[in-house]
Every structure is written in structure tokens, then in C-alpha cells.
């Protein structure tokens, strides 16, 4: 059964990765990019600050307990890295059979269904392996200032050739989070998946 969920779980994710797609001003029902987004030379300082913040210090980060008590997050936000933390422990158990699924207490296996099992990183989760954590950096690529929405773009990129001489591409991963401004400070709100 679970490693039906860690498939599920796997597929979900993946999924999840696909555009997000945001309605246009104009009422013909197609999807369009005329939303009020801003290049990066345009975005408040503040909410392009914390947000480069939060992930270019995590990405540094060797204590995460301590990053995590000092990211620009609101406490909502802070509560579910602290929730996905927990359940990538409990996974990281039931697949090494340190422990079965019988053995955890009622609120775990709620954790663990709520978050659908959490693969290998509490914060960015499949992402983190397409990353070069000492030499990815992010910027801020734009900004919705209506949604609080902002894109990060790693600056590491690398082409390569393939076995078969095909070109590859490698880095310039996309983050895309929830911002929200709490009390004049803009904070992180959440990973859009």
C-alpha cells in the first residue's frame, strides 16, 4: 500500500508541475498572458527581496531548523514545511521498514494522507534534484501583483551533449510562490506546485 502512495504521490507531483494558467480581462474564455505581471526590473523590492530570500537561503542553508525559523514565511506557511518535514521522515521510515503503517499514531497517518507522502525535500520536493545547490541562485522573473504570485528562475543553466549527440538542457528551473504582505513585510505564503 504505501508504495502505491509514493507512486501516487510521484504522479501527483509530476502533474502538478504542468503551466499555470491564469484567466484573462477579456471574456472569450481563452487563456491569456494580459494579467497585471511585471517584469523584474518592475517588481516591488520587497516582496522580490523575501522571496529570493527564502529559497537562495535554503538552498545555503546546513541548519534547516535554523533557516527555517528565520525564512520570510507566514507562520501557515512555516506550519506546513514543519508538516511536509515530518511526513518525509515518516516516509523516508516506512520505506527503509524501520516501521509499518500500523505502528503510527492516528495523527501521522493523517499527515501522511493529507500530504500524500512527501519526495525528497520538504520544501521544493522533486525540484530540489534538477538543482545544483551550490551554484543554483535565483532571481525573481516576474510578478503578479494582484495574486501575490511571483516566478524565481535559477541563473544556473547548462547545455550538454547526450549520449546519442542530442542536445540536453540542465538548471534554469522555475519556482513559482504565493506572496502575501503581512503587516507592511511581504512573506511567502506557499509553493505553487
Request: glycine content about 8%.
Amino acid at each position: 500500500m504505501l508504495r502505491k502512495m509514493v507512486k501516487a504521490s510521484v504522479v501527483l507531483i509530476i502533474a502538478s508541475l504542468g503551466v499555470i494558467a491564469y484567466p484573462s480581462d477579456n471574456d472569450n474564455g481563452k487563456a491569456a498572458a494580459s494579467y497585471s505581471q511585471k517584469k523584474a526590473s518592475q517588481i516591488d523590492n520587497g516582496a522580490a527581496e523575501a522571496a529570493e530570500k527564502f529559497i537562495n537561503k535554503y538552498l545555503a542553508s546546513e541548519d534547516f531548523d535554523k533557516w527555517l525559523k528565520n525564512a520570510p514565511v507566514t507562520s501557515r506557511f512555516r506550519n506546513e514545511i514543519k508538516e511536509r518535514s515530518h511526513v518525509l521522515s515518516i516516509s523516508e521510515l516506512l520505506l527503509g521498514e524501520r516501521i509499518k503503517m500500523e505502528d503510527l499514531s492516528a495523527k501521522d497517518k493523517k499527515l501522511l494522507k493529507k500530504y500524500g507522502g512527501v519526495e525528497y525535500d520538504p520544501v521544493l520536493g522533486l525540484i530540489i534534484l534538477d538543482l545544483r545547490k551550490e551554484e543554483s541562485e535565483f532571481k525573481v522573473k516576474s510578478f503578479d501583483s494582484k495574486t501575490g504570485i511571483i516566478v524565481l528562475k535559477d541563473k544556473w543553466e547548462k547545455e550538454f551533449l547526450t549520449g546519442t549527440g542530442n542536445k540536453g538542457h540542465q538548471g534554469g528551473q522555475e519556482i513559482t510562490l504565493k506572496m502575501l504582505k503581512v503587516k507592511g513585510k511581504w512573506l511567502v505564503d506557499g509553493i505553487i506546485w
